[in-house]
T-cell receptor, first 113, second 114 residues
């Protein structure tokens, strides 16, 4: 069974601060997705990383996939109140065709104005 | 693109009744659809995986006779909560996948059983 450890579980920061969320596993993933979810809504896909060592940037968000494809991080620069939400990482197993993802427990981010 | 809808967005039902939730992929054909349950401020808990035209695969601990899943077409899957009880109250979310590991989620359905 593949597990994804996501940390921190809760994060409350002031507007303008930087933050990093981590997802770690002892298992290898073929790809890893990051989602953001707002209360009462479904998760929205932010990015998919596929290649070990890959770095993707989405405005103030930087996503990194570890070289061994066992871990990933999300870094937010100059956080804004609009970044508030539940951030979820999800990993896809190597091989197979059922597309079932392993989800981390989520990071609940609150950015205070 | 990659829009998934759910209906209803919220429902209140009495204990003992059944409730059906629909999940539709609006602009793509979903090879696979997933049903999740989510408790407040927690991550998603996968309930079952369904492929069009075949029986759903349920996760351990999920009662298949209580949570009936039908994936009749490449754009529609339904989850029926049978004989609902207050402990079934939750946020149910579906997702759909076309041909990769990227899942696109519906907006969720808030079920309250009184």
């Amino acid at each position: 069974t593949q597990l994804l450890e996501q940390s921190p579980q809760f994060l409350s920061i002031q507007e303008g601060e930087n933050l990093t969320v981590y997802c770690n596993s002892s298992s290898v993933f073929s790809s890893l997705q990051w989602y953001r979810q707002e209360p009462g809504e479904g998760p929205v896909l932010l990015v998919t990383v596929v290649t070990g060592g890959e770095v993707k940037k989405l405005k103030r968000l930087t996503f990194q996939f570890g070289d061994a494809r066992k871990d990933s991080s999300l870094h937010i620069t100059a956080a804004q109140p609009g970044d508030t939400g539940l951030y979820l990482c999800a990993g896809a197993p190597p091989g197979g065709s059922n597309y079932k993802l392993t989800f981390g427990k989520g990071t609940l981010l609150t950015v205070n104005p | 693109g990659a829009v998934v809808s759910q209906h209803p967005s919220w429902v209140i039902c009495k204990s003992g009744t059944s409730v059906k939730i629909e999940c539709r992929s609006l602009d793509f054909q979903a090879t696979t659809m997933f049903w999740y349950r989510q408790f407040p401020k927690q991550s998603l808990m996968l309930m079952a995986t369904s492929n069009e035209g075949s029986k759903a695969t349920y996760e351990q601990g999920v009662e298949k006779d209580k949570f009936l899943i039908n994936h009749a077409s490449l754009t529609l899957s339904t989850l029926t909560v049978t004989s609902a009880h207050p402990e079934d109250s939750s946020f149910y979310i579906c997702s759909a996948s076309e041909s990769s590991y990227e899942q696109y989620f519906g907006p969720g359905t808030r079920l309250t059983v009184t």
